[in-house]
């Protein structure tokens, strides 16, 4: 049998990093600072949103509060919403009163401006106890903040399902995630993603992007619009490829 296919998105600033001394990512710097950017998010979104809806497919996103007051979120209200901090924080890094103010900030933002999120995910993948703590607060039964071995999961952590991110070896020993980075760097393909897939076991794939990465490397800046294009056939091939694997799409949220 096969799993459910989990494709979730991070709606978050352009290729986010933490600045020296504060709680609060900036975006890489470009030649013009690292004030944050959400142009490439803005345009990365509506690609993947025409992908999923040539699929007729639901996804998941994880939709950081800052973001969503810039970004035109109207398309996404027919899909699964999470939350994303607000200023794409390191949680592990705030204390237990600026936690809480940035969940909470984060997670009205987002109801605000998209609808009610139903799930969450820790900007850069670092969370803690106290965050579980704080999602319990919220009402929020699902998260997708970990890694673990491939076809682990969903499993209970008190009261919130964890959806976690498969993290393995391939053919190689080298690790691969279930985030499509090095794809959209041009450093893997869609069928690693399917080797990784069938390391699982068939079972739930929790595939992971951001929508920045679709038109923006980390290394080599904007792309070129034949770089888009293939980075965007590359996208469609892999979703394809696990559909006639047989895997069913379905959402992380209720
Ligand atoms: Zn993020």
Redesign the pocket.
């Known amino acids: 049998m096969t799993g459910r296919l989990l494709f979730t998105v991070?709606l978050?600033r352009d290729v986010?990093i933490l600045l020296d001394g504060k709680n609060k990512a900036g975006s890489i710097d470009r030649g013009h600072g690292t004030e944050p950017r959400f142009e490439s998010c803005e345009k990365g979104m509506d690609i993947l949103l025409d992908i999923l809806d040539s699929f007729g497919m639901k996804a998941t996103f994880f939709v950081?509060g800052h973001t969503s007051e810039i970004v035109d979120c109207s398309r996404l209200k027919q899909h699964c919403i999470g939350f994303?901090g607000y200023d794409?924080e390191d949680l592990t890094m705030a204390g237990p009163e600026e936690l809480r103010d940035i969940m909470d900030t984060g997670f009205r933002a987002v109801r605000g401006n998209v609808k009610r999120p139903t799930c969450f995910r820790a900007?850069f993948m670092r969370t803690s106890d106290a965050v579980f703590d704080e999602l319990r607060r919220l009402g929020i039964k699902h998260d997708s903040s970990l890694y673990a071995e491939p076809g682990v999961g969903p499993y209970d952590i008190s009261g919130i399902t964890e959806h976690p991110v498969a993290k393995g070896k391939d053919f190689r020993g080298k690790t691969i995630t279930a985030y499509l980075w090095p794809m959209h760097e041009g450093t893997r393909e869609p069928t690693d993603y399917l080797s990784l897939a069938r390391a699982s076991g068939n079972a739930d794939l929790v595939l992971s992007t951001?929508a920045w990465h679709m038109v923006e490397s980390r290394e080599k800046g904007i792309m070129t619009w034949a770089e888009m294009e293939h980075n965007r056939k590359s996208t469609e091939h892999l979703i394809k490829l696990l559909l006639d694997e047989g895997y069913v799409p379905d959402v992380i949220g209720d």
């Open positions: 991070d978050d986010n950081e994303h794409h900007p951001h």
